[in-house]
């Protein structure tokens, strides 16, 4: 063989190599990026909801992709099953382990900013957020509004209750109405 065939077999090997080498880094580069994407969006989302804890749907849906997210991560995992074990418990206990769950969630989301390898989010920054008093008070008042809406349900769904509060209803208009003409 000469030189120029070497030549020659050489870049016919390198023009079919090359491009799939390209596709296969192309792709380990992407798939990277997707996960780490992923792994950003739940810390994301649990940062922001850090404060009132993950109680809707779309919350617990995140905190259960967490193993699957972070699952090369021992340590994220060890703080995850460490803050839902701390959650396993009767409501009554829920004041006196509030602690023990608020460290245990606060050791979890710092394994995560470790593990995406943000060094400064420390564990006083995860212990305080940013939650303006207008929030509270609306999320309070909505709190207000859903309770009496269930106790309406509990009225209309019982015949019982529902004769007794609409007696009790007509008592107080009877009586609102009596006194409206007394100022008369």
């Known amino acids: 063989m000469t030189g120029t065939e070497i030549t020659n077999i050489i870049n016919v090997v390198a023009i079919i190599v090359i491009p799939i080498v390209a596709v296969v880094i192309g792709r380990i580069l992407q798939d990277r990026s997707e996960k780490r994407k992923d792994k950003v969006n739940v810390f994301t989302h649990l940062m922001s909801y850090r404060m009132f804890g993950y109680v809707n749907q779309y919350s617990v849906n995140v905190l ?94 019982n015949p019982e209750i529902q004769k007794a509060s609409v007696q009790q209803i007509g008592l107080e208009f009877e009586k609102h109405f009596k006194d409206g003409k007394k100022e008369n």
């Open 64 to 157: 259960n992709s967490v193993p699957i997210v972070f699952h090369d991560d021992d340590k994220v995992i060890e703080n995850f099953n460490n803050y839902i074990n701390s959650l396993a418990i009767r409501k009554e206990d829920v004041s006196i382990k509030e602690k023990e769950i608020e460290n245990n969630k606060t050791k979890m989301l710092e394994a995560m900013a470790k593990s995406l390898g943000y060094k400064k989010i420390n564990w006083e920054l995860i212990q305080t957020p940013y939650v303006p008093t207008g929030l509270i008070d609306q999320i309070e008042a909505e709190n207000t509004f859903k309770k009496g809406q269930l106790e309406m349900a509990k009225i209309f769904a």
